[in-house]
């Protein structure tokens, strides 16, 4: 097995400022893995730093470091990679390991595929075309540009009254939106405010993580007030988290975030045991290059009708795809390294 990693930054388009931090540029983490001749290409985009229980860039390279020396004992135990399903049990589930784990296990199923010459529809047999949620911020003055094909909006926000330039953007919305305070609110009425101010211009959908990360009971009585869904983001990251959240009735509905919760196969996990619980279940992003967008559009096509974060983000400059005739129909163009990186896995 050889690994090699690949490092590149990239510049948003349009910052989206949240209320703990501001995304004007995402990094990024290529692993691309070759054994026996065929290759795989994963991707994840770290913070820059730890926030709201969310790994930094530098924790997750890392567990990454950790990962691949267990996953080369496994092959050297094996005589061969294991089954892309198989990675995220590798791992502690910790937050680093489990974007660690996420990127190799995305590397591996395109390996996987690649070498059994299959699209990802003969894997993940699509049950329509996932509609699209677009983001955009209420905390800043930058212009909003919401695709077309966006059927909700999620909107960075935080408690406090809204500017009259934050009216007519909303105002101007003819999708619904998503209002997301990640874990900025420390009292019911401050999201109960904010609601209330912003329904007078927009038609809100839901309330997304006003408080922190494990705190069930409040969100559980928040959720007893409020006549809009409720949804957890950054308090998703397993199933026993799945489980407390059902057991205190916290939520209605869940952004899943594959680089999360450990990887694609758990994330599926876990929108299949929500869904069945009859919560309303979005896939989430960490703004990805165009490449891990595609392959979660392909994974939220399979298992999720919810608005989710799968259309492309704009970004100043992006890494070119190729298509394929297997896989996820595209690879990154690293064979020209273009604006890529070296790592080193030392």
């Known amino acids: 097995m050889e690994a090699a990693l690949f490092h590149q930054v990239g510049e948003l388009a349009r910052p989206i400022r949240a209320s703990f931090e501001t995304h004007d540029e995402r990094a990024r983490l290529f692993l691309r893995i070759v054994h026996d001749g065929v290759d795989g290409v994963g991707e994840i985009s770290p913070q820059p730093r730890a926030l709201n229980g969310d790994p930094g860039f530098d924790d997750v390279l890392d567990a990454l470091r950790g990962a691949l020396a267990r996953l080369e004992g496994v092959v050297q135990r094996e005589g061969d990679l294991p089954h892309w399903s198989r990675v995220a049990r590798l791992g502690s589930a910790s937050p680093r390991d489990n974007a660690a784990y996420a990127l190799i296990e995305m590397a591996l199923l395109d390996r996987e595929m690649r070498r059994d010459a299959v699209l990802v529809e ?4 699509p049950i329509g075309e996932t509609p699209w949620q677009g983001t955009v911020s209420i905390l800043d003055d930058e212009e909003w540009k919401v695709d077309q094909r966006v059927q909700r909006v999620r909107v960075k926000c935080a408690p406090g009254a809204l500017s009259a330039a ?3 953007r909303l105002s101007e919305l003819a999708v619904p939106v998503l209002l997301d305070f990640n874990c900025s609110a420390t009292r019911d009425d401050e999201v109960l405010e904010l609601l209330s101010s912003v329904s007078r211009f927009a038609r809100v959908d839901a309330v997304e993580q006003p408080y922190a990360v494990g705190n069930v009971v409040d969100h559980a009585k928040l959720a007893a007030r409020l006549d809009v869904a409720l949804s957890l983001d950054e308090g998703v ?5 799945l489980r407390q959240i059902v057991n205190y009735e916290a939520a209605t509905m869940l ?3 594959p680089a999360r919760v450990g ?3 758990n994330a599926r ?3 299949a045991r929500a869904q069945g619980a009859g919560l309303r279940v979005y896939l989430g992003g960490f703004f990805e290059s165009p490449y891990a967008r595609r392959v979660h559009r392909a994974l939220a096509n399979s298992c999720v009708i919810e608005p989710s974060d799968v259309g492309d983000v704009a970004f100043t400059s992006d890494i070119d795809l190729v298509p394929t005739t297997t896989s996820f129909g595209v690879e990154p163009a690293l064979v020209s390294r273009a604006g890529l990186e070296p790592l080193s896995l030392a």
Do not use: N
Not at 122 to 125: G, K, V, Y
Not at 237 to 241: G, K, T, V, Y
């Open 122 to 125: 003969d894997t993940w047999a």
């Open 166 to 168: 934050a009216q007519q």
């Open 237 to 241: 990251r397993s199933l026993r988290d």
């Open 255 to 257: 952004c899943v975030k």
């Open 263 to 265: 990887g694609v196969a």
């Open 269 to 271: 996990t876990l929108i």
